[in-house]
DNA sequence: TCAAAAGTGTTATCCTTACACCCATGT
DNA sequence: ACATGGGTGTAAGGATAACACTTTTGA
């Protein structure tokens, strides 16, 4: 007999909802979670398969663009017993990305500002961010001037410049510094007692999730946030047509940084990746706007998107 | 009683030696093989820390610089059932890179481009391309155009530029098309027939390895080549102290391609992670070089390295 | 004195960033 | 007419890529 490891694959499913950033979440009654399922080795050939096979069994959804995240291993944070449905197996979970271009009304959907509130600087800095995390992580930072550096790097205190990128660095540090709920809960859980999952009361510093979700979850986003620069992601999560706003739009739900219009335009148009149709987008205010759209042909030839998202300062 | 997964993990252990790039190895008698170990539920804390323990024991080798790379799990191209000494166990593999600043003069370590000869450019285009996978990939593709495109993107044939990033891209074309010898022994393992691993013979596409080994040694690269340009990983691999050609002998046998010296300095200047010493190296050859060190204090401040490695077209 | 490698000056070009302004539509 | 969002011109500054050239050592 085998010592036993159970493989668990949970998913991060982005979408666009309102020019909001949306992930799809599972049981929305109690503490939120990704979707997840076990991986059957005897009858799945591939991850990826599994992992579409139980998405679209457990919420209708068929994915689209998919890449692998992460894979989680370490114990203490692993996944609670109930969750694979395992004697005392221990969990390694894989973490996938999912992008798709529809969500719908439903409440599965969540922003991910929820999770992360302090990610999102497009209506500027988050009052969040001086109010409520920076005098926390000084107090669990005491007289250590290296918990008190990486607090500062890694949330912009003290005129340091914003990394959007650093998703999993930030919660990783108020994981660290026990102002996660998802902390209190593993300590539980490693001391031989058996906690409940944090109850999904809005927390001031976001909203937890069971298990390491949360984790995955900003492993996801940063992934996505730096892929957004090099890789043309971003048209997975566009519809057929589009115009320029919208997908400026979704950049800036993503990023969460505001950008520059023009500029933005310009990026766009030189990587030859979209198409002007000709045809006009029924009304949304103002003057219609022209719709594009994504030259997947072009993809392979080429694959670059170069976006660089300026730097945001205050 | 499980259904049975077994976790294999793999290093990719990256060094320099008189200006190449090397990869640790075991077993050289036979056909290649990267450092691989079982990965203990019961005993082992975390991946890390099993990878580090067998590397140690199994090569007397302590680890610096580790990251996880991607889990191997598709059927059909997992390792040999004797790998990990299981029963009917479905083997998923860990993969990890990991850099060091020393290469004992063993050897166990292996220049990469004995595996992907294809890959060094820094004497300009490699005649094999032209010579010997390009009519092998247009045989194999026939008629079929998304074949041969993909083959032209992949291998900057017909004029297209060559991206050094996609190695694993290129990999898996010669895997496709049965112009790598683990193609063949895959194929028939699939059968139910059992197959030797090749034999260690200089292959001209490449020396094979075992399992998915070569896979996971591609992924290494290209995720090492991607890592360079926004990351300051190179350091990991250079000595506390060291002159600039030499670093830029480093990344240019990790990129595979050649730089620009002056340009190379100025981009190093100006993100300030190195420092000069004041003092001079003992010679190679002609004027002696200014030593430098880098400043790893100011890694958290100014984590990015910018590294553009300019297009090479021919 | 010559080979070998270290190190510097300069320039054209392109990209980034940030101004401010005009255009087309519905109310 | 005016509010709303779509769409454009232009220019400063900086980074990139590519020239060719000087300097310092050992043989």
Same mark, same amino acid.
């Given at each position: 007999m085998n010592p036993s490891v159970v493989i668990g694959l949970s998913a991060v499913i982005v979408a666009i909802r309102d020019g909001e950033a949306v992930v799809l979440t599972v049981r929305p009654e109690a503490a939120a979670a990704l979707p997840f399922g076990p991986f059957a080795p005897e009858r799945d050939r591939t991850f990826e398969l599994a992992l579409r096979e139980f998405v679209s069994s457990q919420t209708g959804f068929e994915l689209g663009y998919v890449e692998q995240l992460y894979t989680f291993g370490d114990r203490g944070r692993d996944a609670p017993r109930a969750e694979v449905g395992a004697g005392a197996a221990r969990v390694v979970s894989v973490g996938y990305l999912a992008l798709t271009p529809s969500a719908s009304a439903d409440t599965v959907w969540a922003p991910w500002s929820r999770f992360f509130p302090w990610e999102d600087w497009r209506k500027g800095r988050p009052d969040l961010i001086d109010e409520g995390i920076k005098p926390a992580l000084m107090a669990w930072a005491g007289k250590d001037a290296g918990r008190a550096a990486r607090a500062r790097l890694a949330f912009a205190l003290d005129g340091a410049s914003w990394n959007e990128e650093r998703v999993l660095e930030r919660y990783e540090l108020l994981y660290e510094a026990g102002l996660a709920p998802e902390a209190a809960r593993d300590a539980a859980r490693a001391d031989g007692r058996d906690p409940a999952e944090? *109850? *999904?009361?809005?927390? *001031?510093l976001g909203e937890p999730m069971i298990s390491d979700h949360r984790r995955i979850l900003a492993t996801g986003l940063g992934r996505l946030r730096g892929k957004l620069k090099y890789r043309p992601v971003v048209f997975e999560l566009m519809a057929g047509e589009f115009t320029l706003s919208a997908l400026q739009k979704t950049v800036e739900a993503i990023a969460g940084i505001p950008l520059h219009k023009q500029n933005f335009r310009r990026v766009v148009e030189r990587t030859g990746l979209v198409e002007g149709l000709g045809r006009m987008d029924v009304e949304t205010g103002g003057r219609p706007a022209e719709l594009f759209r994504f030259r997947r042909e072009e993809l392979q030839a080429r694959p670059a998107l170069g976006l660089s998202l300026p730097g945001v300062r205050d």
């Open positions: 944090p *109850a *999904a009361i809005s927390a *001031a």
